[in-house]
């Protein structure tokens, strides 16, 4: 790397810089105020008073109409994985789940090893720009539907799904809907009160807050049964001594996304509307991967065919620039991410995509750097491929 102490971060979609306002908030509360948030004393009192409010932050940035729909959890597939396992559980006799070819892993691998233990899955495709056809949804409910779920955007493309649309399919249905929206929350808005969402999980690390803490919103009357099963913390929804320090700095970043959420929507999205017109402009054989209008803000996933992926992070990682291919879960393995299959892009293509997302903390001056110099990283490595000569 040529200066290591200049990092040029655009992997927010893999995890997002703690806002230093939120470690702040945090602070007090590992070695001050350590008190525990259900002690009968005021000391934990205390603690209880800044999880509530962490709480109605949480609520806030979701617009649900109370705090109590909000459950703590450690992370984003913690919040997935209690969302599905305990909807199946209040509802026993239902034994189908659909969801789509391009969820994450903690969606898409649950739903796979629940497809080997009694269930029946249907996982619905995508087209080339990763977008659902909404008439197979609705064809795909039936009255054994335990739930339906499907994320409101995609780590790797960041396609917005039409959620609004999608939840009131599945309640005219009459099943239930959950919405992995880790990648949304904080990036557009989001309003619980007007969609018909049952559950919804959300992540602290894509966010701003720290890692190993997430939510999972429930709406009031939604047939629900506790996924970790201990003491009667989180309204005996959530076995486990709430992580009290992470859960103040996710309502702190709540509070944060909520304030920044038009400047994601005008400044971020311009600069990442830049870098991407620009790479589309000076490398040869780019495209773009995912619907350009229905997209978060911060996202943009280019293919820069018949060169490798992950060469292209190399060099670019050399130059301090950090982005990712498909997903962090998905890399490392030289397999086009399942995401980049399901949307039918061709193999040569699917292999030199990169994802980058930006966040509030991304310049111009950084986009800049990669707009002057992965275009020429592009034509090297093309010159030394064995798919790219001549292209
Ligand atoms: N869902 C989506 C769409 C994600 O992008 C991620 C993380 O990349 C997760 C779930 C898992 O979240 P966590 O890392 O908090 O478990």
Redesign the pocket.
């Known amino acids: 790397m040529e200066n290591m102490s200049k990092v040029i971060y655009l992997d927010n979609?893999?995890t997002t810089k703690t806002d230093e306002e939120v470690f702040r908030e945090m602070e007090p509360y590992f070695c001050g105020l350590y008190g525990n948030p259900s002690s009968m004393h005021t000391f934990g009192g205390q603690v209880r008073r800044k999880l509530d409010e962490a709480r109605e932050r949480v609520a806030a940035l979701i617009g649900a109409a109370s705090p109590s729909e909000i459950i703590f959890t450690s992370?984003?597939?913690?919040s997935?994985n209690a969302a599905i396992m305990g909807v199946l559980k209040s509802s026993p006799g239902k034994k189908h789940i659909v969801t789509t070819k391009v969820e994450?892993p903690?969606v898409r691998n649950l739903c796979k090893h629940l497809a080997k233990n009694g269930y029946f899955v249907t996982e619905l495709g995508v087209d080339k720009d990763g977008m659902l056809d909404l008439d197979r949804l609705k064809e795909s409910v039936t009255d054994d539907t335990a739930i339906v779920s499907i994320?409101y955007a995609n780590?790797e493309t960041g396609v917005i799904f039409p959620i609004d649309e999608i939840a009131a399919i599945v309640k005219e249905k009459g099943s239930v809907f959950h919405t992995?929206a880790?990648?949304a929350v904080g990036k557009i808005p989001i309003d619980m009160k007007s969609a018909q969402i049952d559950l919804l999980?959300l992540?602290g690390?894509?966010l701003h807050a720290p890692k190993g803490v997430?939510a999972l919103y429930v709406k009031k009357g939604t047939k629900y049964s506790p996924f970790i099963i201990g003491g009667h913390q989180e309204h005996s929804r959530r076995g486990g001594t709430e992580n009290v320090p992470s859960i103040i700095g996710l309502g702190k970043a709540c509070e944060l996304a909520g304030a920044n959420i038009e400047y994601e929507n005008t400044e971020v999205k311009r600069i990442r509307d830049k870098l991407e017109d620009k790479l589309l402009e000076l490398a040869p054989n780019a495209r773009r991967n995912g619907n350009k209008e229905n997209r978060l803000p911060n996202t943009s996933n280019i293919s820069f065919e018949y060169v490798e992926g992950e060469a292209i992070l190399l060099l670019l990682n050399d130059l301090g620039v950090c982005a990712s291919s498909g997903?962090?879960?998905t890399s490392g393995s030289l397999e086009p991410s399942h995401v980049m299959r399901a949307m039918g892009v061709p193999f040569t293509a699917a292999h030199g995509s990169i994802r980058f997302s930006l966040s509030r903390y991304s310049t111009e001056e950084e986009i800049d750097v990669v707009i002057q110099r992965l275009p020429g990283i592009i034509t090297r490595l093309r010159a030394i491929s064995p798919f790219g000569r001549g292209k």
């Not at 992370?75 to 913690?78: A, I, K, L, M, Y």
């Open positions: 979609n893999a992370c984003g597939s913690e997935d994450h903690a994320m780590n992995d880790v990648q999980s992540s690390h894509k997430g997903s962090a879960c």
